[in-house]
């Protein structure tokens, strides 16, 4: 997994987790990923230095608006990808793994063109 999609990934994680409560820590993200909490900790590290997430005293992690930016649009494309294959007959399991690896690699010219496309 390259860098920028290993944060992407995460990113993605904490937007999803503080939809479902209210307060989202490393140990949060560790288990949703099943990495090992040292793992998270480098990440949260590099994402906090990125200005993407801030962490508080008492290791509460929300994303900053840069962050929830970023996250949102790494999330539209999974549940968007997700879908359309789901739609086409793809098994579920199947559609959210490759989802996972498009929404990494397309451009965002060639997403809304998709997107587009697919809405018409």
């Not at 990934?9 to 993200?29: A, Q």
């Not at 949703?32 to 801030?54: R, T």
């Not at 579920?92 to 809405?119: G, L, Q």
């Amino acid at each position: 997994m390259r860098h920028n999609e290993s944060m992407e990934d995460y990113l993605e994680t904490i937007l999803i987790l503080s939809k479902k409560r209210p307060v989202v820590r490393s140990v949060d993200i560790a288990n949703e990923l099943g990495f090992k909490k040292p793992s998270v900790s480098v990440a949260v590290k590099n994402m906090k230095a990125k200005e993407y997430i801030e962490v508080s005293e008492d290791g509460f992690i929300t994303l900053t608006p840069s962050g929830k930016k970023k996250a949102k649009s790494v999330y539209e494309r999974h549940t968007f990808f997700t879908k359309w294959f789901e739609d086409m007959g793809v098994d579920e399991e199947t559609a959210d793994e490759d989802a996972c690896s498009i929404e990494h690699v397309i451009s965002e010219k060639t997403f809304k063109a998709i997107k587009r496309y697919v809405e018409k």
